[in-house]
């Protein structure tokens, strides 16, 4: 078995569709995965699996719903995969403050076209790098009002995609790393 990381996208934001980590690692104990492991409250997971990424992807969406009565998109990388998003690193020589460099984990490559679209909106200072199914973002000025940032979005991207700061990303490669 190998460790992957799941990514619930838009769990404990508000008032509504509140997951606590203890019962989401429970639950996905409880349905058959070992080595279940939560950070934050945001729906990081760490867990061992053989399935395929977008198997897991699948079940966990419907663990959550079955569990939870929450539709929460799942996106799934294994730790090698983590591992090179990490060492991509391509806005290093700028993004100086991981709490407002994110990293936007995407349920599939996103067309040429949505990526042009953005990169024609003049968002300076913000930056951002594609690359695969990974969209890199720096906001200087933070994320609360952040043009770039509400580029990034489902709808443009035609892509489920839910963004970790660079903090929760290279925690949970050494988390996986262990």
């Not at 959550?64 to 998109?73: M, Q, S, T, W, Y």
């Amino acid at each position: 078995m190998s460790v992957q990381i799941a990514l619930l996208r838009g769990i404990n934001l508000g008032p509504n569709r509140r997951v606590a980590m203890g019962d989401l690692r429970d639950l996905l104990t409880g349905v058959g995965y070992p080595d279940v492991r939560t950070w934050v409250q945001s729906g990081n997971i760490l867990l061992s699996s053989d399935l395929d990424p977008e198997r897991l992807q699948r079940e966990l969406e419907g663990h959550v719903l079955a569990g939870f009565g929450i539709d929460a998109k799942v996106v799934v990388r294994t730790r090698e995969e983590l591992a090179a998003v990490v060492a991509l690193n391509p806005l290093a020589e700028v993004a100086d403050e991981p709490k407002r460099y994110q990293v936007s984990f995407l349920s599939g490559e996103p067309s040429a076209e949505a990526i042009a679209e953005i990169a024609a909106v003049d968002v300076s200072p913000e930056r951002f790098a594609h690359s695969g199914r990974e969209i890199y973002a720096w906001h200087p000025e933070g994320i609360q009002r952040s043009a770039l940032a509400k580029l990034i979005s489902d709808r443009r991207l035609g892509v489920t995609a839910t963004a970790r700061n660079w903090n929760t990303v290279t925690t949970l490669l050494a988390m996986a790393q262990e």
